[in-house]
T-cell receptor, first 114, second 112 residues
Framework: DTAVSQTPKYLVTQMGNDKSIKCEQN?????MYWYKQDSKKFLKIMFS???????INETVPNRFSPKSPDKAHLNLHINSLELGDSAVYFC?????????????FGNGTRLTVT | GDSVTQMEGPVTLSEEAFLTINCTYT??????LFWYVQYPGEGLQLLLK?????DKGSNKGFEATYRKETTSFHLEKGSVQVSDSAVYFC???????????FGGGTRLMVKP
């Protein structure tokens, strides 16, 4: 049973294209996140949703738009892809009513923009 | 704001060597502290955690003690294995919020 699953695992596309990454969690968590991991493994939070509502939106270009149709899903849509968007994107979830609730991560989507 | 600082890697050890990966933090109040591990090609997995001062988190032979006086949460293992090769992330959640703040990650390479 996969707790946090994201698709696709690999995504290769050209500059200027629009693409989406999907994420689903079956843990019953009420908060979901998107993180970006660069080539040096540095992790940066992009968005956080709690019960389908945006609660964190770090300084991310507005070409990135998260969409949460329900609290088990948080998809990431990226418009007009740029070379600098190449990275690994991780979806995660947690139960936010506990300050020590760990995050559960998906296996990542490696995005390569050519 | 909150921040986590880890020693830069890579850390290269021989099998059965002793491991220490340093982690220090800056946060308001009393954060909860975590170590996550990322194996090649996978997402991050929680390795261990500690939620208050002097707590010791442990799992799979790894340990870390929450030291409030030195604001540290160093990761240790007495005898590493090749299968421990991964990237290790120290992280915190402050009691003011619910966002996990990560350190920069430390790559561990264990050679047979």
């Amino acid at each position: 049973d996969t707790a946090v699953s994201q698709t696709p695992k690999y995504l290769v596309t050209q500059m200027g294209n629009d693409k989406s990454i999907k994420c689903e969690q079956n843990l019953g968590h009420d908060t979901m996140y998107w993180y970006k991991q660069d080539s040096k493994k540095f992790l940066k939070i992009m968005f956080s949703y709690n019960n389908k509502e945006l609660i964190i939106n770090e300084t991310v270009p507005n070409r990135f738009s998260p969409k949460s149709p329900d609290k088990a899903h948080l998809n990431l849509h990226i418009n007009s892809l740029e070379l600098g968007d190449s990275a690994v994107y991780f979806c995660a979830s947690s139960q936010v009513d506990s300050s020590n609730s760990p995050l559960h991560f998906g296996n990542g989507t490696r995005l390569t923009v050519t | 704001g909150d921040s986590v600082t880890q020693m830069e890697g890579p850390v290269t050890l021989s099998e059965e060597a002793f491991l220490t990966i340093n982690c220090t933090y800056t946060a308001t109040g009393y954060p909860s502290l975590f170590w996550y591990v990322q194996y090649p090609g996978e997402g991050l997995q929680l390795l261990l955690k500690a939620t208050k001062a002097d707590d010791k988190g442990s799992n799979k032979g790894f340990e870390a003690t929450y030291r409030k006086e030195t604001t540290s949460f160093h990761l240790e293992k007495g005898s590493v294995q090749v299968s421990d090769s991964a990237v290790y992330f120290c992280a915190l959640i402050s009691n003011a919020g619910n966002m996990l703040t990560f350190g920069g990650g430390t790559r561990l390479m264990v050679k047979p």
